[in-house]
């Protein structure tokens, strides 16, 4: 019985300290600090990315307003005090990571180079149809384990319309590729014709 009663009053006292806590912090101020710190990792995150992809008129927007999120949100922090401030203040940064790669894999800007290794005849006949329905194609004989003929296919298209060339690849059967990420292109390279 007793160490029930103890139990019982140990919990109270932690409610206590939970309940004087939480009257202490505005919690108004530690969500508008989570939500003001997500979008500015985001924009961050954001910016760096458009920068390697040489996406210039969309740097200066991001910073922009990279700049204003941040300003504001770190002059909450300085007028707020306690760990929970700082606790939301990480937890804000972690989730605008999130944030921003959800962003980038929807906007998928840029374009890629997808190589396709398979034996010679099956090769042949996947660069055919790819070519029959506008993807531009190029394939060359490579070697693989042991000296054997494999053939390369070589196609460069915009990340959005990798999910569907990914549909495609799956219909043909078991396939090993590799995906780069291509800075930029020139001509008709990377552009599906129709």
């Known amino acids: 019985m007793e160490t029930i009663a103890a139990l019982c009053h140990y919990l109270t006292m ?6 004087s806590f939480l009257q202490t912090v505005n ?20 910016k760096t990315i458009f920068i390697l992809k040489k ?13 204003m999120i941040f300003a504001y949100s770190f002059k909450l922090v300085a007028n707020t005090s306690g760990i929970a401030c700082i606790i939301v203040f990480a937890a804000g940064r972690l989730f605008g990571i999130c944030l921003s790669n959800y962003i980038d894999a929807k906007l998928a800007y840029g374009d890629i180079e997808v190589e396709i290794y398979k034996h010679p005849q099956n ?8 070519r029959e329905i506008g993807y531009s194609v190029t394939t060359y004989i490579g070697y ?12 460069i298209t915009p990340r959005k319309q990798f999910p569907a060339l990914k549909k495609i690849l799956a219909a043909d059967g078991k396939i090993n ?7 930029k292109t020139y001509g008709k390279v990377g552009q599906i014709q129709v």
């Not at 932690?14 to 309940?19: F, M, Q, S, V």
């Not at 919690?27 to 954001?46: C, E, P, R």
């Open 144 to 155: 693989g384990i042991g000296g054997k003929e494999r053939m390369v296919i070589s196609i």
């Open 55 to 67: 996406l210039n008129q969309q740097v200066y927007v991001v910073t922009f307003l990279d700049a």
């Open 14 to 19: 932690k409610t206590d300290l939970i309940i």
């Open 177 to 183: 590729m590799s995906i780069k990420d291509i800075g």
């Open 27 to 46: 919690i108004i101020d530690l969500a508008i600090i989570f939500i003001l710190n997500a979008f500015s990792t985001a924009t961050s995150t954001l």
């Open 123 to 130: 090769g042949i006949a996947l660069a055919d149809y790819l």
